[in-house]
Nanobody, 115 residues
Framework: QVQLVESGGGLVQPGGSLKLSCATF????????SGWYRQAAGKQRESVAT???????DYIDSVKGRFTISRDVAKNTVSLQMNSLKPEDTAVYFC?????????WGKGTLVTVSS
């Protein structure tokens, strides 16, 4: 069983920064893909940034140049550094690990970008 625990959300002003962290249990990030997704109110969940077992990284276009995903395979943690935040980044952010064709999700952490 894979368990994911996110932390680091909160309220930030436009232009500010936040770092999200995800502690993973029961997974090996050297073997499993991981990433961050978000869901804004009234919208579908979307992929924000993903990292493959080999370290290939993909970002949704709207966050390129502002967000950075990283992982620590020794600690089995995945992080998302978010800079130059915009109101449209407001959403619940979910950590994801995919193992043996199954997606596992954390409970989510709320990020609110507002003045």
């Amino acid at each position: 069983q894979v368990q994911l625990v996110e932390s680091g959300g909160g309220l930030v002003q436009p232009g500010g920064s936040l770092k999200l962290s995800c502690a993973t249990f029961g997974s090996d990030l050297r073997l499993h893909s991981s990433g961050w997704y978000r869901q804004a109110a009234g919208k579908q969940r979307e992929s924000v940034a993903t990292i493959s077992p080999t370290g290939n990284i993909d970002y949704i276009d709207s966050v390129k140049g502002r967000f950075t995903i990283s992982r620590d395979v020794a600690k089995n943690t995945v992080s998302l550094q978010m800079n130059s935040l915009k109101p449209e980044d407001t959403a619940v952010y979910f950590c994801n690990v995919r193992r043996s064709g199954i997606s596992y999700w954390g409970k989510g952490t709320l990020v609110t970008v507002s003045s």
